[in-house]
């Protein structure tokens, strides 16, 4: 793949820890990469899986979600279930044949800046690798 | 495997009670390979009932599908039970139901057959051609016995049986309220090797594969309207605010349908293969439904249909659940 790619990546962040943890990345001016379009949720326990299918379908390359560690969750107990969700739903793409980089998982706690830098570097460089997704992206109709 | 005159007797008995409202099982089709299901309501009809090994249609699809009316006034709504005949395979599909409330118990009565497999109609029309009569077909311990138009033959288990049956753990069923006939021991196990088999694919042979399956679909839902745990009042695929997936069928919106078709049987498939079955494209549905069924027996040590008491296996957790995909 060219390195002129430049993924699209939706982060699906938890309002509570990794959305601060992106907050305090950017008023510690630490640079990370502009790839991953950040979109707030109260807990990763909201993020339907389906998201992240329709998030393929309409143009994303890849997807990450992120939120708080196990036993932090604001909610007690909705990163639990975002765990297993987003596990079974990682291996049935797969399954698909999505390149199993493209879809990742995090926990990113509201002091860990730097480590949400190293997340999103991560995905950045993997889903360069894995190049643009255009398994079942939907096409664009001109009617 | 059942006499059918017990069967019979104990259906007429069941329904002169009073104990129930509708009995659903399966009578003799009209043609070909594959028993219809039927419902009956008086005890006169019980002597249409037939168990053989062309009863392949799950039963338990139609206890959610009862319409509920609302009830005029002045009148008493109907209380009285439904009775189901269910194989093994169909036996998990009740017990899922009650873990997931679909009912409660009281609600039903379960008239449990062992079974010894039924048939494929597709491997049968591959030995026999078409079937303008009904067929019947016993199923034995070293083979099945077919009368097809007139003529009786004995083929092989592998030649004729149901690939959900060659590697069937549960002849019996697993919750029953009248077990009829006698137990049969198990026969087979499965070891999800046609799954293993294809995980090791690279993903884009995977991908080259779902692509020419998925690009024949055409969207008729027989899949989805089948299938025992697709109960939803109001399904994803149809529902219009928010529209999840479109109507059209191209390969984008048909990969989606299939992916969101299977997620919603994650943890909850129980491998009645009707999904397959009913597909007039021959899309090897249960592939991607068995990954699922794979995955939650390996990383979760959970497998649907089997307790009644169990929880659903996404409404609960386990705070020692594996974490190896995430970071």
């Known amino acids: 793949m060219s390195n002129d790619f430049e993924p699209n990546i939706i982060g699906f962040l938890c309002n509570w820890c990794s959305y601060a943890g992106a907050d305090l990345a950017g008023t510690s001016r630490t640079h990370y990469l502009p790839n991953v379009k950040i979109i707030r949720v109260m807990c990763s326990g909201r993020v339907n899986p389906l998201f992240i299918v329709n998030a393929l379908q309409q143009g994303a390359d890849g997807v990450l979600i992120s939120g708080c560690h196990p036993g932090d969750c604001h909610y007690l107990e909705g990163n639990y279930f975002a765990r297993r969700r987003f596990v079974l739903m990682h291996k049935l793409l797969e399954h698909v044949g999505v390149d199993p980089r493209r879809v990742q998982m995090s926990w990113v706690s509201a002091s860990e800046g730097a480590k949400f830098k190293d997340v999103v570097e991560k995905i950045v460089s993997d889903v360069k690798e894995a190049g643009p997704m255009d398994q079942f992206r939907r096409r664009q109709l001109n009617w | 495997m059942v006499d059918e005159n017990v069967l019979r007797d104990k259906a007429k008995e069941i329904l002169s009670s009073g104990e129930v409202r509708r009995l659903i099982g399966w009578k003799r ?14 005890a006169s009809q019980a002597d249409d009932l037939i168990f053989d090994a062309t009863c392949v249609q799950n039963p338990a699809s139609f206890i959610t599908l009862e319409e ?6 002045g009148q008493q709504p109907d209380t009285r039970k439904i009775a189901v005949m269910v194989k093994g395979c169909d036996s998990r599909a009740v017990v899922q139901h009650l ?12 008239l449990g057959i062992p079974c010894r497999g039924v048939i494929d109609r597709r491997k049968a029309e591959k030995i026999f051609g078409e079937a303008p009569q009904p067929v019947l077909a016993v199923a034995e311990k070293d083979g099945v016995v077919i009368r097809v138009n007139g003529e009786e033959k004995k083929v092989s288990r592998e030649e004729i049986l149901a690939d959900k049956c060659l590697r069937c753990r549960y002849p019996n069923p697993v919750i029953s309220d009248y077990p009829l006939g006698d137990e ?3 026969w087979a196990d499965d070891d999800f090797s046609d799954v293993s088999e294809f995980e090791k694919e690279s993903p884009e042979e995977k991908w080259a594969f779902w692509e020419e399956e998925f690009s024949k679909c055409i969207r008729c839902y027989a899949c989805r309207n089948v299938c025992p745990m697709c109960y939803c009042v109001e399904c994803i695929v149809t529902k219009l605010k928010p529209q999840w997936t479109r109507r059209s069928t191209d390969l984008s919106e048909n990969t989606v349908y299939h992916i969101q078709r299977a997620w919603h049987l994650a943890g909850r498939c129980i491998e009645c293969m009707e999904c397959q079955r009913v597909c007039p494209m021959d899309i090897p549905i249960m592939t991607l439904n068995r990954k ?7 990383l979760f040590d959970y497998e649907p249909g089997v307790d009644a008491e169990a929880q659903p296996l996404l409404a609960s957790y386990n705070p020692q659940d594996p974490e190896e995909y995430i970071m």
């Open chain 2, 184 to 186: 049969v021991e198990k």
């Open chain 2, 68 to 73: 509920k009316l609302p009830v005029p006034r």
């Open chain 2, 99 to 110: 873990v997931e409330k679909a009912y409660i118990r009281d609600d039903v009565v379960i």
């Open chain 2, 29 to 42: 089709g009209t043609y070909g390979y594959e028993a219809a299901p039927c419902v009956i309501t008086d």
């Open chain 2, 292 to 298: 699922l069924t794979k995955d939650v027996k390996e």
